[in-house]
């Protein structure tokens, strides 16, 4: 059973703000919930009267405040910008600067947050939003997300779920399958920097011409990951590449990292490294103009387009004892979000 109330008031403010934030209760789970008294919030060039929206700050108490909210947007300039957009009366800046990482992580599998994005993506997030004793509001837990990246046949969905064991949730497509897979679309840790959420123009760092291969700009130093689980068999310096790491992966495929200030301790041929971990650092060495990590995926020696390459074929499946409950757990989550995208299509 769901009852989804929308609230009005809002839509001033959505309409504005090119997003809608619909209000649904009872949460998905089976906690008590107490929904946040509404205030005023004053804009400028707004009647206050037109936009009562839920506290951004409200008094503290003695107990903890969860709520369920749905978040929905579309990507003008950043996916960052737009979140920072929509979740404005309803979440405060570092919940909404939390938001977009957690969405990054979530999709990190399937989508290069920093070059996948583009001018009219849309996305729906199904949120827990908790109010601490204190005040303090914070993203506790993101129930569902569904991404529709432009050009793309279907949109990307996940489903969290609590699997037995798991203390903190995975996510699934529709279908069941984890969202994680053998490899991260993406060589930087887009957590240390904030500008990176897409739907830019990327700069050109002066490398050599007919370069096969993906550039990231990032500050100085940035960590630099393992895109999989893999041996090392190259770590040194090699041409324009400057200080290059080839890590080799069970499916043959290297992966190729160039450009770097510096490794991490421990790089040398025959070093295994684990997917996600630091191998180095992103620098400017050999032919470059600025600093940026050269990305390469090459197969037989040959390099190809990693967009491809790395297209993930799917994690593991719900466990079959679980499925029941997934499939619950999906249904609600789903229903939630076309209610969201509903709501902002509406608009
Ligand atoms: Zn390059």
């Known amino acids: 059973m769901k009852r989804v109330k929308v609230r009005p008031a809002s839509y001033a403010v959505v309409a504005?703000?090119?997003?809608?934030?619909?209000?649904?209760?009872?949460p998905?789970?089976?906690?008590?919930?107490?929904?946040?008294?509404?205030?005023?919030?004053?804009?400028?060039?707004?009647?206050?009267?037109d936009f009562m929206l839920r506290p951004v700050v409200i008094e503290a108490s003695n107990t903890e405040l969860l709520d369920t909210l749905a978040i929905s947007g579309t990507i003008h300039s950043s996916l960052y910008n737009a979140l920072n957009e929509s979740g404005v009366g309803v979440?405060?800046?570092?919940?909404?600067?939390?938001?977009?990482?957690?969405?990054?992580?979530?999709?990190?599998?399937?989508?290069?947050?920093?070059?996948d994005l583009k001018q009219g993506d849309k996305f729906h997030l199904l949120i827990e939003r908790l109010q601490k004793p204190n005040g303090a509001i914070i993203v506790?837990?993101?129930?569902?997300?569904?991404?529709?990246?432009?050009?793309?046949?279907?949109?990307?969905?996940?489903?969290?779920?609590?699997?037995?064991?798991?203390?903190?949730?995975?996510?699934?497509?529709?279908?069941?399958?984890?969202?994680?897979?053998?490899?991260?679309?993406?060589?930087?840790?887009?957590?240390?920097?904030?500008?990176?959420?897409?739907?830019?123009?990327?700069?050109i760092f002066g490398e050599w011409?007919?370069?096969?291969?993906?550039?990231?700009?990032?500050?100085?130093?940035?960590?630099v990951r393992a895109i999989g689980d893999g041996v090392v068999i190259f770590a040194g310096t090699k041409g324009g590449y400057g200080n290059m790491i080839d890590i080799r992966h069970r499916n043959g495929m290297v992966s190729?990292?160039?450009?770097?200030?510096?490794?991490?301790?421990?790089?040398?041929?025959?070093?295994?490294?684990?997917?996600g971990s630091t191998i180095g650092f992103v620098g400017m060495t050999g032919w470059a103009t600025g600093p940026h990590l050269h990305f390469e995926i090459r197969v037989n020696g040959v390099a190809h387009d990693p967009k491809l390459a790395l297209q993930s074929r799917g994690g593991e499946p719900i466990p079959?004892?679980?499925?029941?409950?997934?499939?619950?757990?999906?249904?609600?989550?789903?229903?939630?979000?076309?209610?969201a995208q509903l709501a902002s299509i509406s608009e």
């Not at 504005?16 to 619909?22: D, E, F, Q, R, W």
């Not at 998905?28 to 009267?49: H, K």
């Not at 490794?263 to 041929?269: H, Q, S, V, W």
């Not at 079959?320 to 989550?333: I, V």
């Open 140 to 203: 506790q837990k993101v129930l569902g997300a569904r991404l529709a990246l432009s050009g793309a046949r279907n949109p990307l969905e996940a489903i969290h779920f609590d699997t037995p064991g798991s203390s903190t949730g995975q996510y699934y497509d529709a279908s069941g399958m984890s969202l994680r897979a053998a490899f991260l679309r993406a060589p930087v840790a887009f957590r240390r920097i904030s500008s990176i959420f897409g739907a830019r123009k990327h700069p």
């Open 91 to 115: 979440l405060p800046p570092s919940a909404r600067h939390q938001l977009a990482w957690s969405l990054a992580d979530i999709f990190e599998y399937k989508v290069d947050m920093s070059r």
């Open 209 to 223: 011409r007919n370069h096969t291969g993906t550039d990231y700009a990032a500050p100085m130093g940035t960590p």
């Open 28 to 49: 998905l789970e089976p906690r008590q919930v107490f929904p946040l008294a509404p205030v005023v919030v004053s804009r400028p060039g707004l009647e206050p009267a």
């Open 256 to 275: 190729r990292y160039g450009h770097m200030r510096n490794f991490a301790t421990g790089m040398r041929p025959g070093t295994r490294v684990a997917m």
């Open 320 to 339: 079959s004892d679980e499925r029941g409950l997934f499939q619950k757990m999906k249904n609600q989550t789903i229903a939630s979000l076309n209610q």
């Open 16 to 26: 504005i703000l090119g997003m809608v934030a619909v209000w649904l209760t009872p």
